[in-house]
């Protein structure tokens, strides 16, 4: 079992689940989600986030899709999400994954929360539940979750529960976060893990504030493998001009509300998924989004080829 460290770096793609047009989970296309990301280059792969559908499964479903995807990652390491209203929920479904071999779960706090001290209580609540042998990612997604989390706040958590061992930096704006918690590491604090989401968005930016890599989906994950690779080289400028050449489809597939519809769309153009299904409720695209879409995809292919 490879389980995430505090030293884990590179490109966790934020998995689709794939669903037939009935509603029904997609097994086939599931084993071809998970030899596409590994195809382009994902180092490892999270599940059951929030673009993966995660509240329309049943728990039965959850524990299935990660079946199902561990058999085919051929021991790449996967991170379950495992966030729930409830710690039991969240303490049952970390069993049943861990158990099958999962590298991590994620944990997002739950919009309840208000106040530090009731973040800082929540998450040692959380490892309490899952054990201390569990590597723990805290997702900090203030634009859906709603909570707060300062980078003074992050630092208590992280003195106190070792378990938590990646943060999924998803504040925006938030690249001054990156480099203070750098910073309070070089002074003396342990080290975290942080990869990046808002479908990589800033990725360069995050990169060289200091970030390990991306957490997110986006549907060419070999973009944001090749912008950490060439960040981690030193690169910058060719990073830079990768990352451009992607951006009209990045800033596309982060609307609220169609974002995912989007991202099913091109998996499913590009072979990855057999259906762009969503399970309801769900947006859906119109053939003028369709268009919209195709037309950025032919761009992204002229602008390529002009940089090879």
Known sequence: MTLITADSKGVFVI???PFTETGALDHASIDRMVDFYED???DGLTILGMMGEAPKLTQAESIEVTRRTMARAGGKPVVVGVSAPGLAAIGELTKAV?????AGVMVAPPSTLRTDEQIIAYYRNVVETVGEAVPVVLQDFPLSTGVQI??????????????????????WPGLQKISDLRKAEANGRRRISILCGNAGVFLPEEMQRGADGAMTGFAYPEMMADVVRLSNDGKLD???????????LVRYEQQPGV????????????????SAAQRRPGASLNA??????????ARQTRKLEALA
């Open 288 to 297: 003028a989004a369709m268009a919209e879409i195709d037309r950025l995809i």
């Open 40 to 42: 382009k280059g994902a």
């Open 259 to 274: 974002g995912l519809a989007v991202r099913k769309y091109i998996l499913a153009k590009r072979g990855a998924i057999a």
């Open 98 to 102: 861990m158990d099958l071999g999962a």
């Open 15 to 17: 998995a689709v689940t």
């Open 150 to 171: 300062s980078t003074k706040t992050l630092g208590v958590i992280f003195e106190a529960q070792p378990s938590i061992v990646m943060l999924k930096h998803e504040d």
């Open 238 to 248: 060719a990073a830079q001009d990768l990352f451009d050449a992607y951006l009209p």
